[in-house]
T-cell receptor, first 115, second 108 residues
């Protein structure tokens, strides 16, 4: 079975540009979450989407936005890029079990470098 | 708010046992996860605790005490491939809150 896929794998942008990252969840998973991981730190939560609705938003500026499509894939958009946005962007998909339990499975990530 | 605390690095010998601790303070709690992350790769799921006690999965075991806000991951019979960062994450409020990770270096 295919796991979570993300594209592109690597990306180089300059300050002020905009970027779109893409994620396809595991088949049957309806929830997608986005995380930012800078070197030496744990992943930081950005967004969670379930059934195309935003369920959670982390402490990130409005330059960060996301959406989920009818096939449950998702895009993360970052506008007006800053040097500090350089990081590994992780997508995780999950399915909610009875009782509200979920386990998140991560994709390989997109490594973004802002120059 | 959420605060997840882990020690930063430890070195252990092949074949040994290592315990990685995690303490947390969170406003919502649905469970605690442990992930393994090799350098340059995505985190991979290791274990999940929602109730107090020990969960054992092969060479890896994880313990949770909700009243103490404490968990540990126990790695037995260490192998060189276990050299990685081990991330503790608390599930709650529709998100995972991660600690900074504990870098384990396994030496021959």
């Amino acid at each position: 079975d295919a796991g979570v896929t993300q594209s592109p794998t690597h990306l180089i942008k300059t300050r002020g540009q905009q970027v779109t990252l893409r994620c396809s969840p595991i088949s049957g998973h309806k929830s997608v979450s986005w995380y930012q991981q800078v070197l030496g730190q744990g992943p930081q939560f950005i967004f969670q989407y379930y059934e195309k609705e935003e369920r959670g938003r982390g402490n990130f500026p409005d330059r960060f936005s996301a959406r989920q499509f009818p096939n449950y894939s998702s895009e993360l958009n970052v506008n007006a890029l800053l040097l500090g946005d350089s990081a590994l962007y992780l997508c995780a998909s999950s399915v909610f079990l009875a009782g509200g339990q979920e386990t998140q499975y991560f994709g390989p990530g997109t490594r973004l470098l802002v120059l | 708010g959420q605060n997840i605390d882990q020690p930063t690095e430890m070195t252990a010998t092949e074949g040994a046992i290592v315990q990685i601790n995690c303490t947390y303070q969170t406003s919502g709690f649905n469970g605690l996860f442990w992930y393994q992350q090799h350098a340059g790769e995505a985190p991979t799921f290791l274990s999940y605790n929602v109730l107090d006690g020990l969960e054992e999965k092969g060479r890896f075991s994880s313990f949770l005490s909700r009243s103490k806000g404490y968990s540990y991951l126990l790695l037995k019979e260490l192998q060189m491939k276990d050299s990685a960062s081990y991330l503790c994450a608390v599930s709650g409020n529709n998100r995972l809150a991660f600690g900074k990770g504990n870098q384990v270096v396994v030496i021959p």
